[in-house]
């Protein structure tokens, strides 16, 4: 059984739903995509400020450059995700104003 959730479709089973299905149900599917996108996006800065942490001022934060410029494109292309999320959803906002004028 698969039914609609943020991610597409949802693998969870039964009555059991995953917090994108949730966020869906409550929300509606756009606004529930731009919450999984910016949960992304703060998740990364999450990494970013542990490895800072822990890593003290003598280590890297990152094991190596390959594994930092890895870091660094993931979160660039989930803020472009969350940016077009945002900007369709503006749109739409907008396109919706001016015909109701």
Not at 18 to 47: F, H, M, N, P, W
Not at 60 to 81: C, H, I, T
Request: proline fraction near 2%.
């Amino acid at each position: 059984m698969t039914k609609d959730c943020a991610l597409g479709t949802c693998s969870f089973p039964g009555e059991i739903k995953c917090d994108s299905c949730l966020y869906v149900q409550k929300y509606g599917g756009k606004t529930a995509a731009i919450i999984e996108k910016a949960i992304i996006v703060a998740r990364l800065l999450d990494d970013a400020e542990h490895r800072n942490t822990t890593a003290g001022w003598e280590k890297p934060a990152w094991a190596n450059q390959e594994d930092a410029v890895n870091w660094r494109k993931q979160v660039a292309d989930a803020l472009e995700g969350l940016d077009a999320e945002i900007n369709v959803i503006q749109l739409r906002f907008k396109t919706r104003l001016g015909q109701s004028l």
